[in-house]
Nanobody
Framework: QVQLVESGGGLVQPGGSLRLSCETS????????MYWYRQAPNKAREMVAS????????AYADSVRGRFLTARDNAKSTVFLEMNNLNEDDTARYLC?????????????WGQGTQVTVSS
């Protein structure tokens, strides 16, 4: 079955950096774009980054452009989110997402997320 497992979150001071990973299995990773979302309490879920199947077309939300970088390693079926110059508004649970087709058809898949807390 499809699995997405995020890691790398934690507590960081403002101005700090974190690198998130999302290890995947159960689908043809190299065939699909991957997405990073974040969910903060009392806020709508926000897509912060996306990356095409070959890694050539990353895109970012205005709120993180210039501070976040996404990349992928298709050989390891893993996508990354490097977050720099973090501020308190970046505090959220970060989730990776894919819409993939398997023998069961096409659907959205989500990881459980990893918590990022930015605080002094």
């Amino acid at each position: 079955q499809v699995q997405l497992v995020e890691s790398g979150g934690g507590l960081v001071q403002p101005g700090g950096s974190l690198r998130l990973s999302c290890e995947t299995s159960g689908f043809s990773f190299g065939s699909y774009a991957m997405y990073w979302y974040r969910q903060a309490p009392n806020k709508a879920r926000e897509m912060v980054a996306s990356i095409s199947s070959d890694g050539g077309r990353p895109a970012y939300a205005d709120s993180v452009r210039g501070r976040f970088l996404t990349a992928r390693d298709n050989a390891k079926s893993t996508v990354f989110l490097e977050m720099n110059n973090l501020n308190e508004d970046d505090t959220a649970r970060y989730l990776c997402n894919v819409f993939a087709f398997t023998s069961s058809g096409g659907q959205d898949y989500w990881g459980q997320g990893t918590q990022v807390t930015v605080s002094s």
